[in-house]
């Protein structure tokens, strides 16, 4: 079958080797993983503790996520219903290969993170776009409800949303439950950037909804909100009768995320949280500079109200946005993901990350100009 690489990491691999370029690229935070995660690894490391864990992981770890969702309104049994997994990445993996069949059709709202429609692809299951530009870059349950079949099997929504930033409203979000249960689908949410919500939003997770419990599959993790990307460690949370079968998957790919990594989890989820409070904080000023530098730049761009990228309208330039970032990266040495990338909807637009420094942001920001003034059509 025929996989295209990430056209995240094209752009990527692109900066190897140049010192000048600034990387709004990639979505990584330019924080260190907090100090108290840090020295509870360093502990276990130095007690000895580099074995395997079960593949359910360590228990330590699923009681306290299944403290954590409490607090987003939904109840998992930690002996049986959360597990742990070598990054949200494999989350999506194991999940998409335990639900889907050959033939099965999975609805995926897009624009949306790059892995979602090859892994889908590889177990030989139909993708059914569905382009969220329409509608401001977010699902109503009537587009959703419109593209469901009889093969329909699953769904795949996330919120806050990568690329865009964009969070799907509380009661778009009831109205959307309502479809899934109505129609017995699955419904994965990824809810990776559940901490990064600014100007007082407060995340929604379509988890916590009456009688959803037995429909939907919860993807989250600790790369973004903890800054622990190179750590590989994420969680999924659905029904026992799901995961039993899930957990055969995990147990084939990948055994267990490293112990050290869910030792340090569970610190995090205990006292990690004022370092969690502070990232945000920088994160939304970093934002408010991006949003009005794009706007006054005439690239047109709605204030994300989570994540941290935004998706800047690049049309009045004339270019694609494949050469807009290509160009860009070859005359200013500033690196962005083409919105092509993300699916319907991406075209037109690029993706830039602000989890970089203030001061590199000013000047990738300064370098944009500069571009758009030589190449506006």
Not at 113 to 128: I, K
Not at 239 to 256: D, F, M, P, R, S
Request: charged residues 20%; hydrophobic residues 40%.
């Amino acid at each position: 079958m025929e996989t295209p690489p990430s056209g995240i990491r094209k752009f990527f691999e692109m900066l190897i080797g140049h010192d000048d370029v600034i990387s709004l690229s990639v979505g990584e935070p330019d924080f260190p993983t907090p100090w108290c995660m840090r020295e509870e690894a360093f502990y276990h490391l130095e007690q000895g503790h580099t074995s395997y864990t079960s593949n359910w992981g360590l228990i330590e770890l699923r009681e306290e996520i299944a403290k954590y969702m409490e607090r987003y309104g939904m109840f998992f049994n930690p002996e049986n219903e959360i597990l742990p997994t070598v990054g949200a990445s494999e989350g999506v993996d194991v999940v998409l290969r335990a639900i889907l069949n050959p033939g099965d059709e999975i609805i995926v709202c897009q624009p949306c993170y790059v892995n979602y429609t090859p892994l889908a692809r590889l177990t030989q299951a139909v993708v059914v776009p569905l382009d969220t530009s329409v509608n401001g870059f977010y699902p109503t349950a009537e587009q959703i409800e419109k593209a469901i079949t009889p093969k329909t099997k699953a769904l795949m929504i996330c919120s806050p949303n990568n690329p865009t930033g964009t969070m799907i409203p509380k009661e778009e979000l009831a109205k959307i439950a309502e479809v899934v249960k109505k129609h017995e689908l699955w419904c994965i949410s990824d809810e990776t950037y559940c901490e990064r919500a600014y100007d007082g939003a407060e995340h929604v997770s379509i988890g916590s909804f009456p009688g959803m419990k037995d429909y939907v599959i919860i993807l989250n993790g600790f790369s973004k909100s903890f800054a622990m990307t190179g750590w590989r460690i994420g969680y999924i949370a659905a029904c026992k009768e799901l995961l039993a079968q899930i957990v055969k998957l995990h147990g084939y790919n990948t055994i267990c995320p490293p112990i050290f990594s869910q030792y340090a989890a569970v610190e995090g989820l205990r006292s990690g949280w004022n370092d969690v409070e502070k990232m945000r904080v920088s994160y939304q000023q970093r934002r408010n500079l991006m949003v009005k530098a794009f706007n006054d730049m005439g690239l047109p761009v709605p204030e994300p109200t989570g994540a941290f990228y935004m998706f800047p309208d690049i049309t009045s330039t004339g270019m694609t946005s494949e050469d807009f970032a290509t160009k860009l990266f070859q005359q200013h040495n500033v690196a962005v993901v083409p919105g092509s990338v993300f699916g319907l909807g991406g075209e037109g637009h690029i993706r830039c990350c602000y989890a970089t420094a203030i001061d590199k942001i000013k000047t990738a920001l300064d370098r944009i100009e500069q571009f758009v003034k030589e190449n506006r059509r």
